[in-house]
């Protein structure tokens, strides 16, 4: 019977690879997310992360007619906005629950078009319309509703 010696166990040799100053691992790191934040491409991260404000574009939005009673049709139009830009209008009654409209997607020249009907029980008054959009195009305008 033969007698076999047990396997040696060795560990490698840890000499070849001497561990990184600790400065040699934060430089590193700390030009990298300097990089980060600092590169104009990704400067609305930083705003978003940071709390700095983004870039606001004025467009337009036209209400027709100005006036008119509560049930009548009236026709929302915003213009200046970038080609394919998603927005919504938003309608604030005085005194009373705001409406947000569905999303609307500009078209090539920029526009949207929609319809807003104020419903029995809203209020009469002057009511804000607001324009937005989410690559920051912004307008509003007023329209004036009077009882029926």
């Given at each position: 019977?033969?007698?076999?010696?047990p396997?040696?166990l060795?560990?490698?040799?840890?000499?070849a690879?001497?561990?990184?100053?600790?400065?040699k691992?934060?430089l590193?790191?700390?030009?990298?997310?300097?990089a980060?934040v600092?590169?104009?491409?990704?400067?609305?991260?930083?705003?978003?992360?940071?709390?700095?404000g983004?870039?606001?574009?004025n467009?337009?939005?036209?209400?027709?007619?100005?006036?008119g009673?509560?049930?009548?049709?009236?026709?929302?139009?915003?213009?200046?906005?970038r080609?394919?830009?998603?927005?919504t209008?938003?309608v604030?009654?005085p005194?009373h629950k705001r409406f947000?409209?569905?999303s609307?997607?500009a078209g090539?020249?920029?526009?949207?078009?929609?319809?807003?009907?104020?419903?029995?029980g809203d209020?009469?008054?002057t009511?804000l319309?607001?324009a937005?959009?989410?690559?920051?195009t912004r307008?509003?305008?007023?329209?004036d509703?009077t009882?029926?």
């Amino acid at each position: 019977m033969a007698f076999l010696a047990p396997p040696i166990l060795t560990r490698p040799s840890m000499s070849a690879t001497p561990l990184p100053a600790p400065w040699k691992l934060r430089l590193p790191a700390l030009a990298l997310a300097s990089a980060v934040v600092l590169t104009p491409a990704c400067s609305r991260v930083s705003h978003k992360l940071f709390g700095g404000g983004g870039t606001t574009r004025n467009g337009t939005v036209t209400v027709a007619p100005p006036k008119g009673a509560v049930g009548t049709s009236f026709s929302l139009t915003a213009s200046g906005f970038r080609p394919g830009e998603p927005m919504t209008f938003e309608v604030d009654p005085p005194n009373h629950k705001r409406f947000v409209g569905p999303s609307h997607t500009a078209g090539p020249d920029g526009k949207v078009v929609s319809v807003y009907t104020p419903q029995p029980g809203d209020p009469p008054g002057t009511y804000l319309v607001k324009a937005t959009g989410s690559r920051g195009t912004r307008a509003q305008s007023r329209v004036d509703i009077t009882a029926t």
